[in-house]
């Protein structure tokens, strides 16, 4: 027993965030109603987190995040990293900059956008600040989306679809 433990706390500990997609030059064609989205972040509008005790965190390198859900509200987080001991998770509202695709997403609308802090899941709370910019995939109609997982790593540039078919 006590080897499975060790053996799930070194998975657990050597997670990482890996982030891959195949280039696609028809993505816009087979997806009519999505857009290649450039925005940037206009203001933080919620923040959480919470605290917790070192039994928890070691409960947690051991097993993952599931025990509790004492998130409580608090104010921004002002450093570039998050730290030891709080779990974080961040809603923002960000300003369509620039779009591309045959999707009805256009520039000057606003979509809220949310994600946990939690490295080995892939979260981006702590880039999610005033000013940031970034490039997601967006269905038309979304007013609210989570970008954690790998949401923020499809795209890196604008150059990654300039020259692609079927935009508007």
């Given amino acids: 027993m006590k080897v499975l433990v060790l053996i799930a706390a070194l998975l657990q500990l050597g997670s990482t965030c890996s982030c891959f997609y195949y280039p696609d030059s028809k993505l816009f064609c087979n997806n009519p109603s999505w857009n290649a989205v450039k925005f940037r972040v206009k203001e933080i509008t919620k923040d959480l987190y919470e605290s917790l005790t070192k039994n928890e965190l070691k409960k ?4 993952g995040r599931p ?25 923002v509202l ?12 256009k520039s000057g609308d606003e979509i809220t956008l949310h994600s946990h802090n939690y490295d080995s899941m892939c979260g981006v709370a702590e880039m999610l600040r005033p000013g940031f910019e970034g490039f997601i995939w967006v269905k038309e109609g979304t007013e609210k989306m989570d970008v954690s997982g790998c949401k923020l790593f499809r795209f890196f540039s604008e150059e990654d679809f300039q020259d692609m078919p079927c935009q508007n």
């Fill in 67 to 91: 025990f509790g859900n004492d998130a409580i509200s608090g104010p921004p987080l002002s450093s570039s990293s998050t730290p030891n001991g709080l779990w974080s998770e961040r809603e």
């Fill in 60 to 63: 947690r390198e051991l097993y």
């Fill in 94 to 105: 960000a300003v369509v900059e620039k779009s591309w695709g045959l999707g009805d997403v």
